[in-house]
């Protein structure tokens, strides 16, 4: 006997992903937890420990997670909001502790991707209405060659000890897929911290598997979100996260924009439809399936390369799927007739 879950994005967007787990009768008992972040359902799952530690452990992991969400949401009064508010009068200040770790490890892979992964472009996503409900039409030309001719960087950010401050008032933080990815990633950390050896975490767009947890298979879809294009079943203690053209996206006027914005045009990146990596780290696999997805096709490999990626697909809006060597032979095409281009690292 078998028992089947599937993680399924909710009706305001799709995703290129289901997931797919299966338990076998038989296994140690297994305790689950649902619940909401960052707009979709968020479950996590634990085999072979007592019911009251397993729930402890995953309330513990879930609040991490809940507070990790509200502190980096720049939109709302709160952590991150004000860290922006200060850096754009370029004085130094004290920074929020919970926020440091995330801004220098962003630092990092921004400049490992070349800047293809700018989370500084928060006054970007303002402009383009990502802030607002309804988000409304996009933005003058004129506006968003100003933010890009200041060119805000994470490199602009200066930390010494807790104190931070930019030089280039232009930069606003929004930490988007990698701060989800890290946050993901410390429920997981404090799932481990409290003794959980097998289990799993899924939501939609992410997914880690905890040692020998229940096999997870994610089902990537074509462009329209909803036809199934290829399955990759993930291995024991891996994670994997998708970055697609549809999540946070609103239609105006019959053209879609999405957040993930092309750092060199200030404009949604166009041509692909969505990346997905595989890794230890969430929060890593993130930005690069950011960076890559801003990259494109033409050096989607080349970005890769410089941030140390070996197992990623990507889907361009015309259905071609291209999967790095490594990752080759677990993918599963689900039409026979079609072949993934391999590209080699």
Known sequence: ????????????????????????????????????????????????????????????????????????????????????????????FSAVPSLLPQIRQAQALSARSGGLFNPALGALLEQWGFYNDPPGPPPRQEAIAAILAQQPAMDDIRIDGITMRSGNAAVRIDLGDFGRGYALDTALARLREAGVGTGNLATPGAVARIGQGAELTLVLTAADGQTPLARIALQPDEAAYTVTALRRSHVYEGQLYHPLLDPASGAPARGVFAVTVFHASLAEAAAAAHALFVAGPQRWIDTARALGIERALLVDTQDAVRVTAPLAGRISMTDARLTPVVDTL
């Open 1 to 92: 006997m078998h028992v089947s879950f599937i993680a399924m994005p909710k009706p305001s967007y799709l995703l290129p992903l289901l997931l797919l787990l299966t338990a076998c009768q038989g296994e140690p008992p297994v305790q689950r937890k649902t619940f909401d972040a960052y707009g979709s359902p968020v479950t996590i799952t634990v085999q072979g420990m007592a019911a009251e530690a397993a729930q402890a452990a995953m309330d513990e992991a879930a609040a991490d997670l809940l507070y990790i969400e509200e502190g980096n949401d720049p939109a709302l009064p709160g952590p991150m909001a004000r860290t922006n508010q200060l850096l754009a009068t370029t004085a130094a």
